[in-house]
């Protein structure tokens, strides 16, 4: 029988007790040690679900922490130095996406990593782990003839409210590394990579709103044989389905960063429901994925589906800062 992880977490935020309530539908984690820059946050949050020690000291967290595995939910700047921390510490690591701000950052990480092999490193991006997408795949490796997709996710944010009222909260903010690229758009990224691969050239269009991050925006991915849009908004809504181009079919997918339901639909219009499966958390599957590899690394599968994961993972972040390259967008301390 598998040990249960001993899991400790960095923010308290809703995210996060998504993570928690998926791991404890998982029966392969028990939450013991919450951290948070304000005691009473943590004691919430850890008396809500059942943790037994809480930190407001980072190091302290980390040096004294009862836990072997931490998830990473902090503000996107932040990512980089705790996941350092966790490594130093040989903690595994599962960091909410996007998981780092620049192939710099990534490149250290992963040298970090090799210099303690015994520690495991994740990004939470859920749509790739769940069984409609990987239904997804199933049915673009039937396609005769692949002709590009259009991937959309977007989807008004409470916060933007915030901005709207002259504040600048942190998924807004420059100096957090912010921004619908960095939020939402990191699905449709996700889906592009996984399904296409790394293309060979970018282009972004982003709409940047009072606080000098992109609310919106639109990025063109070219690939030798096709081009894949994605479009994404953190302050507006939209209802377009997504859909991968055959020739005369084409796949059809409600959305692009829930994908709750996926139609194939034929040449003739006959259309296929062939996955809708919801979970009752969409976040369970990344997290039973991820205790899967956690507790026998060693396993074939287990092995080939972590490397998998890493590289499409390095994969992404390239992506990501490549596009915000094109946009000349830059967050607070990096260079223009």
């Given at each position: 029988?598998?040990?249960?992880?001993?899991?400790?977490t960095?923010?308290?935020?809703?995210?996060?007790?998504?993570f928690?309530?998926?791991?404890k539908?998982?029966?392969s984690?028990?939450?013991?040690?919450?951290?948070?820059?304000?005691?009473?946050?943590?004691?919430?949050?850890?008396?809500?679900?059942?943790a037994?020690e809480?930190?407001?000291?980072?190091?302290?967290?980390?040096?004294?922490?009862?836990?072997d595995?931490?998830?990473?939910?902090?503000?996107?700047?932040?990512?980089?130095?705790?996941?350092k921390?966790?490594?130093?510490?040989?903690?595994?690591?599962?960091?909410?996406?996007?998981?780092?701000?620049?192939?710099?950052?990534?490149?250290?990480?992963?040298?970090?990593?090799?210099?303690?092999?015994?520690?495991?490193?994740?990004?939470?991006?859920?749509?790739?782990?769940?069984?409609?997408?990987?239904?997804i795949?199933?049915?673009l490796?039937?396609?005769?003839t692949?002709?590009?997709?259009?991937?959309?996710?977007?989807k008004?944010?409470?916060?933007?409210?915030?901005?709207?009222?002259?504040?600048?909260?942190?998924?807004?903010?420059?100096k957090y590394?912010?921004g619908?690229?960095?939020?939402?758009?990191?699905?449709?990224?996700?889906?592009?990579?996984?399904?296409?691969?790394?293309?060979?050239?970018?282009?972004y269009?982003?709409?940047?709103?009072?606080?000098?991050?992109?609310?919106?925006?639109?990025?063109?991915?070219s690939y030798?044989?096709?081009?894949?849009?994605?479009?994404?908004?953190k302050?507006?809504?939209?209802?377009?389905t997504?859909?991968?181009?055959?020739?005369?079919?084409?796949?059809?997918i409600?959305?692009?960063?829930?994908?709750?339901?996926?139609?194939?639909?034929?040449?003739?219009?006959?259309?296929?429901?062939?996955?809708?499966?919801?979970?009752?958390?969409?976040?369970?599957p990344?997290?039973?994925d991820?205790?899967?590899?956690?507790?026998?690394?060693t396993?074939?599968?287990?092995?080939?589906?972590?490397?998998?994961?890493?590289?499409?993972?390095?994969?992404v972040?390239?992506?990501?800062?490549?596009?915000?390259?094109?946009a000349?967008l830059?967050?607070?301390?990096?260079?223009?």
């Amino acid at each position: 029988m598998d040990k249960m992880i001993k899991l400790g977490t960095i923010g308290t935020n809703w995210i996060t007790q998504q993570f928690v309530e998926a791991v404890k539908l998982s029966k392969s984690y028990d939450l013991t040690s919450v951290y948070s820059r304000h005691e009473d946050t943590a004691k919430t949050f850890a008396g809500k679900n059942g943790a037994t020690e809480i930190f407001t000291d980072l190091n302290a967290f980390f040096d004294d922490g009862v836990f072997d595995t931490v998830y990473i939910a902090s503000p996107n700047s932040l990512h980089f130095e705790q996941a350092k921390l966790a490594i130093l510490h040989g903690k595994n690591v599962i960091v909410e996406k996007p998981a780092f701000t620049n192939q710099k950052q990534m490149a250290q990480i992963q040298e970090m990593l090799a210099d303690h092999p015994d520690v495991l490193y994740f990004e939470a991006a859920r749509n790739i782990h769940t069984p409609n997408f990987h239904a997804i795949e199933a049915q673009l490796a039937d396609l005769d003839t692949v002709q590009g997709a259009e991937f959309t996710y977007s989807k008004y944010s409470s916060r933007y409210d915030q901005v709207l009222a002259g504040k600048e909260p942190n998924v807004f903010s420059l100096k957090y590394a912010g921004g619908a690229l960095q939020d939402l758009g990191v699905y449709t990224v996700y889906d592009a990579v996984a399904l296409f691969g790394m293309p060979q050239e970018v282009a972004y269009f982003p709409q940047l709103i009072r606080t000098g991050v992109d609310g919106k925006g639109t990025a063109i991915l070219s690939y030798p044989e096709y081009s894949v849009t994605l479009n994404f908004s953190k302050v507006s809504n939209s209802h377009m389905t997504s859909e991968i181009y055959g020739l005369k079919d084409l796949i059809s997918i409600d959305d692009a960063g829930e994908l709750r339901s996926v139609t194939y639909v034929d040449e003739d219009n006959n259309k296929q429901v062939i996955a809708n499966t919801i979970d009752e958390n969409p976040m369970l599957p990344e997290a039973e994925d991820f205790a899967r590899v956690i507790n026998d690394p060693t396993a074939k599968q287990n092995h080939e589906d972590y490397e998998n994961w890493r590289q499409l993972s390095m994969y992404v972040n390239k992506l990501m800062f490549n596009l915000r390259q094109d946009a000349h967008l830059y967050f607070v301390g990096e260079e223009a």
